[in-house]
């Protein structure tokens, strides 16, 4: 069956701009997360989206923001953006309490 | 809040044997879970423990004892290919939502 699906796989953009990442789950997973990777703080949560309604958020700035469709495929929006943002987002999907998450290969968003 | 404390870097050669050791601080424990990462690229579940003792997988095993708040991932004839990140990680309720990351380590294995 096919994975979790993540694009674009790289960005490039301005301090100040906006961007939108898309995250399509494996086929049936209903629950959606968010983590941020940087080198120094590792693997950070941001947020969980099941059936359309954000569950879970962390500890980000307003600026992060999501959402979730019918169809459980999942969309993170960061505006006005700092050379900080620049990471790796990763989103997860899984079965509702399901211990195992699958991971999507990313974007990675630079920051310029 | 969660924490989860484990080493940076942890070096082998191949066919040997290594263990990555975890330690956490949760005010709730619903199992530990170890993840592989190559290089940036997707992490892949290896473990999960939800009880004390070991699991075994394969070349990979993973222990936890929950009355030491602690877990290692044991990985046996070690390959060129396992040089890669590996993560403990604890779901942050017992719903699974989400997951607490431990900041990984990266596994060298050399020739």
């Known amino acids: 069956k096919a994975g979790v699906t993540q694009t674009p796989r790289y960005l490039i953009k301005t301090r100040g701009q906006q961007v939108t990442l898309s995250c399509s789950p494996i086929s049936g997973h209903r629950s959606v997360s968010w983590y941020q990777q940087t080198p120094g703080q590792g693997l950070q949560f941001l947020f969980e989206?099941?059936?359309?309604?954000?569950?879970n958020k962390g500890n980000f700035p307003g600026r992060f923001s999501g959402r979730q469709f019918s169809n459980s495929r999942s969309e993170m929006n960061v505006s006005t953006l700092e050379l900080g943002d620049s990471a790796l987002y990763l989103c997860?999907?899984?079965?509702?309490?399901?211990?195992?998450?699958?991971f999507g290969s990313g974007t990675r968003l630079t920051v310029v | 809040g969660q924490s989860l404390e484990q080493p940076s870097e942890v070096t082998a050669v191949e066919g040997a044997i290594v263990q990555i050791n975890c330690t956490y601080q949760t005010s709730g424990f619903y199992g530990l879970s170890w993840y592989q990462q190559h290089d940036g690229g997707a992490p892949t579940f290896l473990s999960y423990?939800?009880?004390?003792g070991l699991e075994e997988t394969g070349r990979f095993s993973s222990f936890l004892s929950r009355s030491d708040s602690y877990g290692y991932l044991l990985l046996q004839e070690l390959q060129m290919k396992d040089s890669a990140s590996y993560f403990c990680a604890v779901p942050r309720d017992s719903g699974y939502s989400t997951l607490t990351f431990g900041k990984g380590t990266m596994l060298l294995v050399s020739p």
């Open positions: 989206y099941f059936s359309e309604t954000q569950r």
């Open positions: 423990n939800a009880l004390d």
């Open positions: 997860a999907s899984s079965l509702a309490g399901d211990r195992v998450f699958t």
